[in-house]
Structure formats: structure tokens, C-alpha cells
């Protein structure tokens, strides 16, 4: 079992930035792939970005694409979320998300059943 733990979320102004921390406990964080979703009011989970375990691949939702970016740093088992230009649209809980490659967890990389371990969520609020 690992354990996530995101920070970094709170209220902005819209047009404003905001850096979401996502650390995880374990020695083989280096090994997973790591995906930011996100959850607003009344809505489903939503993707919003991901990254492989060495980082040389990234992915992104087209509502986000060119305003965030995700990046890791394995030294410190962190995953960040760099989120810039925030929109109202963009208010949500966000949760980090791990891929271990564990049996009976499969997906897309922008799918949650590909991942099998969860933060408890941060809040980000992006007002007009």
C-alpha cells in the first residue's frame, strides 16, 4: 500500500497560479506512474494529467493543456501539478493518483481504474 498526500491547494484569483504537491511514502515511487484528476460539485472524476515513472512522459486534458504541467522529482518520491492561468472552471478537489501495474487495475492513462492508490484530495477554489 502506498500512501499519497497532496497540498498546495487554496483560494486564486482567476488568472492566478497555484503548485500542487503530491507526496508518496514507499522506496519504489520511481516505479509508478503518476495522474492528477479532479472533482467538482455534482460532477464525475475528471482527468487532468499524468506523467510515466521516469517522467519522460507527460499527458494532458485538452481543458488544461498549455496552462498546467505536470513534473516529479523520484529523489523525493513528489509528483507537482504547476497550474497557471487558473478559470473558475478549473474550482475542484484534486487527487493524485498511483499506477503500481497491479493486477486487476487497468485503463488508459486519463482513466481512474488504471489506478490503484488515492490521495484524500486537495481543494483548489479559482474565483472570478
Known amino acids: 500500500q502506498v500512501q499519497l498526500v497532496e497540498s498546495g491547494g487554496g483560494l486564486v484569483q482567476a488568472g492566478g497560479s497555484l503548485r500542487l504537491s503530491c507526496a508518496a511514502s514507499?522506496?519504489?515511487?520511481?516505479?509508478?506512474?503518476m495522474g492528477w484528476f479532479r472533482q467538482a460539485p455534482g460532477k464525475e472524476r475528471e482527468f487532468v494529467a499524468a506523467?510515466?515513472?521516469?517522467?519522460?512522459?507527460?499527458y494532458y486534458a485538452n481543458s488544461v493543456k498549455g496552462r498546467f504541467t505536470i513534473s516529479r522529482d523520484n529523489a523525493k518520491n513528489t509528483v507537482y501539478l504547476q497550474m497557471n492561468s487558473l478559470k473558475p472552471e478549473d474550482t475542484a478537489v484534486y487527487y493524485c493518483?498511483?499506477?503500481?501495474?497491479?493486477?486487476?487495475?487497468?485503463?488508459?492513462?486519463?482513466?481512474?481504474?488504471?489506478?490503484?492508490?488515492w490521495g484524500q484530495g486537495t481543494q483548489v477554489t479559482v474565483s472570478s
Open positions: 493518483a498511483a499506477d503500481r501495474n497491479i493486477v486487476g487495475y487497468s485503463g488508459a492513462y486519463y482513466s481512474p481504474t488504471r489506478y490503484d492508490s
Open positions: 514507499g522506496r519504489t515511487f520511481s516505479s509508478y506512474d
Open positions: 506523467i510515466s515513472w521516469s517522467g519522460d512522459s507527460t
